[in-house]
């Protein structure tokens, strides 16, 4: 049963990966869709994509989630446009470096407490009241398998991800009695460029995180993103916690070798 057909979501970080894979696969479902992030050039292309079916509305909307005025203009532009958010997709979020605190890159916390923390907040914060006014909508953060467990090296990237599950949990509890829902979906290992963010363009050493196994993919996450917003109205799920087969933790992982099996 397809219940967010005509809807609209908003989708941060949607010029790469998961949040690129979320806006196709809302799309196809006839869910209108606002695309954030800050390359331009992608947003303008994935939109004209997206648009070309099934009558669907794609929006590109060049923001820094991080840009707190920003996000001010933006809700501006939503009325402007005669949009209600009825899905909010907080998807927008990297790492930077896989360094022991000891060691740590101030520049790097910086960035990621911005934007996987901050940032978030700021989209949340400037779009749940129109919800919360309409008695409807769906937040959905994407957390990950950092945030219900610490890996070595990554302390500040899952202490953000920690805090988006607490976040998640957090809101949960203050919309009690509303008819606004919050989920998270917590992904594992999944291949976008994610870790050549996270190494700053070493292609190689990103290469090396996902050799030898099958990770997920971002029409994996983009799924499990659907599944949560086309619930039921009186279901609410709270974390979706998914992971490659070949991943049960973020320390147990199987390599296979090279060509191993397939689905
Ligand atoms: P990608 O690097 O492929 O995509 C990240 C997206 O975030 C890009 O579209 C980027 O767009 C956007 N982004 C980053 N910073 C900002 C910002 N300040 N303002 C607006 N947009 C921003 O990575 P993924 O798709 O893998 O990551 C998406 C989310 O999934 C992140 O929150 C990540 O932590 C989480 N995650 C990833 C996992 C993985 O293994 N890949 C597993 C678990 C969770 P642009 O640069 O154009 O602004
Ligand atoms: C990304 C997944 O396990 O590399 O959130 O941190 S992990």
């Known amino acids: 049963m397809n219940r967010i057909r005509g809807q609209t979501a908003v989708i941060t970080g949607a010029t790469a990966g998961i949040g690129e894979a979320c806006a196709r696969t809302l799309g196809e479902a006839g869910v209108h869709v606002v695309l954030i992030g800050r390359r331009r050039d992608r947003l303008e292309a994935l939109a004209a994509e997206v648009a070309t079916d099934n009558g669907t509305r794609a929006l590109p909307y060049q923001l820094d989630v991080r840009d707190r ?10 009325d402007n446009e005669g949009l209600n958010v009825d899905i909010l997709v907080n998807n927008a979020g990297l790492a930077r470096g896989l360094d022991a605190v000891q060691d740590g890159d101030h520049d790097d916390w910086d960035e990621m407490i911005d934007t996987n923390i901050k940032g978030l907040l700021n989209m949340t ?22 945030g219900h467990w610490v890996y070595p090296n990554g302390g500040v990237y899952c202490a953000t991800k920690y805090a988006v599950r607490a976040l998640t949990e ?68 709270l974390h979706l916690v998914m992971m490659p087969t070949v991943q049960r933790s973020p320390y147990v992982l199987a390599r296979e070798p090279a060509g191993g099996s397939e689905d």
């Open 125 to 146: 914060r400037a779009i749940l009241p129109g919800m919360i006014a309409r008695d409807s909508g769906h937040v959905v953060n994407i957390g990950s398998i950092a």
């Open 170 to 237: 957090g809101a949960n509890v203050d919309l009690v009695g509303t008819k606004v829902r919050m989920s998270s979906v917590d992904p594992g290992l999944a291949e976008t460029e994610f870790s050549v963010v996270r190494f700053r363009g070493d292609e190689d050493r990103a290469r090396t995180v996902y050799e030898g196994t099958q990770p997920l993919v971002a029409e994996d996450i983009a799924d499990a993103v659907h599944y949560v917003v086309n619930t039921a109205r009186h279901v609410n799920v």
């Open 69 to 78: 005025a920003g996000v001010t203009d933006f809700i501006a532009w939503l």
